[in-house]
């Protein structure tokens, strides 16, 4: 018998839009706290001693969070290599607005404190904010227009074409989105501040991220009702082959009002994700205020968490909808590798991911304490 025989083609393929969601959700909960961190950091940080602690609450774990990053465009481009080829050519400028970001911010942590100016400091410190804020807010926008379709087509012959722009992206429904994502990792960055500082760092911490949690609701309930009632979805119309080829164009889909709708009808569970999503962030509100830092840290990553699942379990199965034809929209059924790949893929994951989590675990375990100003002048083991 051959191996990847005991798992069904169209099971590995479910799979691996769950695994796809997870490595999305550890990417957004894990380097989420420290892209909020670096927004934070001009702001809350009132002197050159309270940015270098700020920095520090992040610096030992803010490399090894990235690997959610890697592993999420790894994954991407094995087991979705039609949605690998549409998003990372499709969405160029925008990725490379990204890249530019993710490249700000370790030249920002490493640079900063190399001269004593405070000038140069005051620059790395924006280039940090600037090196944060522009991926929270660009991968916000990108699921933004995820959710409206993407402009683009097929040839019989599969090849890509892209008919988007780059200032096409920032439409009012992905800039809410956008929005969404830079206040929910604000949010998640207080939490952690509340975690790892203390006195006045801490305080402006509590307030920062209270009131990005009850906006970051707020924002959420709003994109879901203009979702509801103004943005039309994607639905398929034919019968569907989830053990097909992986063709997009063996299938018939169309545009249809409140369709992203349609599985919270169909398979009431659903509602445990934007509920989630609600609730994770008012509950970290009032956590936060109550100053239960650790509780506060979970229920903000299960609002992040049910904020992404949301968006997954509106459009399954879609992946990656054209708003050019919708016949040519990427799903679960008819993008994926082949059965071979995915269950060999699946082994790997089967091993190393529990490595991963448990380094990951191990990590924080050694690294885990608060951060102060004490230490940071002794220079007790503190990198920045």
Known sequence: ???????????????????????????????????GTGMLLPFLGKNDLERRVIINAVGPTWEGNQVWLVLGGGAIFAAWPQLYAVSFSGFYLAMFVILIGLILRPVAFKYRSKNESPAWRSRWDWALFAGSFIPALICGVAMGNVLQGVPFRLTPELY??????????????????????????????????????EGAIAARARTVGSISAVVTAVLFVLAGIVLWKFVDGYSITSVLNTTGPS??????????????????????????????????????????????????????????????LTVGASMFPMILPS????????????????????????????????LILAYTSWVYSVLWGKVNAKDINDGNGHAY
Request: charge should be neutral.
């Open 1 to 35: 018998m051959i191996l990847h025989t005991l798992l069904n083609y169209d099971t590995l393929r479910v799979i691996w839009w769950v695994l796809l969601g997870v490595l999305l959700i550890g990417f957004a909960v894990m380097d989420g706290f420290d892209l």
């Open 160 to 197: 890509i074409h892209y008919d988007g722009s780059f200032f096409g992206l920032l439409n009012p429904f992905a800039i809410l989105a956008g929005l969404i994502s830079v206040t929910m990792l604000l949010m998640h960055g207080a939490a952690w501040l509340c975690i790892k500082t």
């Open 247 to 308: 063709n997009p164009l063996f299938k018939t889909a169309a545009h249809a009002p409140g369709a992203w709708m349609q599985n919270y009808q169909q398979h009431p569970w659903t509602m445990a994700a934007p509920i989630l999503g609600v609730l994770g962030c008012l509950l970290a509100a009032v956590l936060i205020r109550a100053r239960k830092d650790g509780l506060a840290m979970i229920t903000s990553g299960l609002g992040i968490a049910g904020i992404i």
């Open 323 to 354: 708003s050019v034809d919708p016949r040519f929209s990427l799903t679960v059924w008819d993008s994926s590798s082949s059965h071979m790949t995915l269950f060999i893929m699946l082994v790997c994951t089967l091993i190393f991911m529990p």
